[in-house]
């Protein structure tokens, strides 16, 4: 599996400085003077191009975590599962157990006893 850090960190990297931009065309235009409003203005071409760029950011950080999803171990999806019949005889949980002991278990415990077909005999 591939490492996605830089890539995530490069996509959080540009949100930043998309927020930042932003942030500073707002304390600018909210000074309420004309050369608050004007510098505001001219900061837009560069939150237009910071925006740009976390978009891109974001894209390939998503092409990569998707492109690293995929598994090259395809023969697993042709081979037929585990029997399960098989399974139950090395040593997993009994399959029947008392009533005391089912009571002794957790709600949690006997959910999933009794889910995963367990009986309970009196």
Same mark, same amino acid.
């Given at each position: 599996?591939?490492?996605?850090? =830089? @890539? @995530?960190?490069?996509? #959080?990297?540009?949100?930043?400085?998309?927020?930042?931009?932003?942030? %500073? /065309?707002?304390?600018?235009? $909210? *000074?309420?003077? %004309? *050369?608050?409003?004007?510098? &505001? #203005?001219? #900061?837009? =071409?560069?939150? *237009? %191009?910071?925006? $740009?760029? &976390? %978009?891109?950011?974001?894209? #390939? @950080? /998503?092409s990569m975590r998707d492109a690293s999803l995929v598994d090259d171990n395809a023969a697993a999806l042709f081979t037929p599962p585990a029997d399960p019949a098989a399974q139950s005889d090395k040593g997993e949980d009994p399959k029947v157990i008392s009533r005391t002991a089912f009571d002794a278990l957790n709600p949690a415990a006997r959910s999933k006893f009794i889910n995963a077909g367990g009986k309970v005999q009196d």
């Amino acid at each position: 599996m591939q490492n996605l850090k =830089p @890539y @995530y960190d490069a996509a #959080l990297a540009a949100d930043t400085e998309v927020k930042r931009i932003a942030q %500073e /065309i707002d304390t600018h235009f $909210s *000074d309420g003077t %004309e *050369d608050g409003k004007k510098k &505001a #203005l001219e #900061l837009r =071409p560069a939150l *237009d %191009e910071a925006k $740009s760029k &976390a %978009e891109q950011a974001n894209q #390939l @950080y /998503i092409s990569m975590r998707d492109a690293s999803l995929v598994d090259d171990n395809a023969a697993a999806l042709f081979t037929p599962p585990a029997d399960p019949a098989a399974q139950s005889d090395k040593g997993e949980d009994p399959k029947v157990i008392s009533r005391t002991a089912f009571d002794a278990l957790n709600p949690a415990a006997r959910s999933k006893f009794i889910n995963a077909g367990g009986k309970v005999q009196d």
